[in-house]
């Protein structure tokens, strides 16, 4: 039997997320992003395009900057923009992704703290 020593006042003050208790579809909607987020691979995507100044960067760019294959890469950005972490944008026959900090700013938001 372990015995926890008693937990510090700040402690106790510590263990609320920033946004208050969430309901069920938050609930939900949050854990389907962090989900999302759970792959190396992915993580290892969004940190080049943050990295670039969260630019637009296509398939062939992002491939070129990692370890991964371009099918690869390219099932990883659909996976993150249907997540709506990443959006779309056409520039003449290139599509490029770009992050939506929007979305990460939430994340944040919902994990701060308080």
Known sequence: MTILPDPSPLAATCCSLG????????????AALFKVLSD?????LLSQL???????????????SSDLSQPT????????????????V???RT?????????????RRVLQMD
């Open 19 to 30: 946004s208050g208790p969430l309901d069920e579809q938050e609930s939900a909607r949050y």
């Open 40 to 44: 190396p691979a992915r993580l290892q």
């Open 50 to 64: 943050t990295a670039a100044g969260c630019e637009p960067a296509s398939v062939t760019e992002l491939a070129a």
């Open 73 to 88: 890469v390219s099932h990883h950005l659909k996976k993150l923009t249907e997540a709506g972490l990443l959006t779309k």
């Open 90 to 92: 056409r520039r003449g």
């Open 95 to 107: 599509i490029t992704h770009q992050v939506r900090p929007e979305v990460f700013a939430e994340l």
